[in-house]
């Protein structure tokens, strides 16, 4: 069983730059593949990015392209979100999730292992 820990959210300003980590245990992290999901308030979680277990693939979805990079160290244990240029509509709750052997996974419900959240708000 995998635990997740999700760090890093806090009050930043619109444009300024934040890093989330995800630090797991109780398990091989390296065949794990990990996404971030967020949730802002009055609204349905949704995907953010994913990383498969080894690395090789990536996938962001639109509304961060280009703004926000995935990355996984599989020697910490540990998954990192950087985010850059944030707007007030990145505001939400980020969760970091994991899925054994996992692909490029877009929904919540393919993932087995979730962490507590973590709040990241952008003021205008």
């Known amino acids: 069983q995998v635990q997740l820990v999700e760090s890093g959210g806090r009050l930043v300003q619109a444009g300024e730059s934040l890093s989330l980590s995800c630090a797991a245990s109780g398990g091989a992290f390296g065949t794990v593949s990990i996404a971030w999901f967020r949730q802002g308030p009055g609204k349905e979680r949704e995907i953010v990015a994913i990383i498969t277990w080894g690395g090789g693939q990536k996938y962001y979805a639109d509304s961060v392209k280009g703004r926000f990079t995935i990355s996984k160290d599989n020697t910490k244990n540990t998954a990192y979100l950087q985010m850059y240029r944030l707007k007030p509509e990145d505001t939400a709750v980020y969760y970091c999730?994991?899925?054994?052997?996992?692909?490029?996974?877009?929904?919540?419900?393919?993932?087995?292992?979730w962490g507590q959240g973590t709040q990241v708000t952008v003021s205008s």
């Open positions: 999730a994991g899925q054994k052997w996992g692909g490029l996974e877009r929904e919540a419900r393919g993932y087995d292992y």
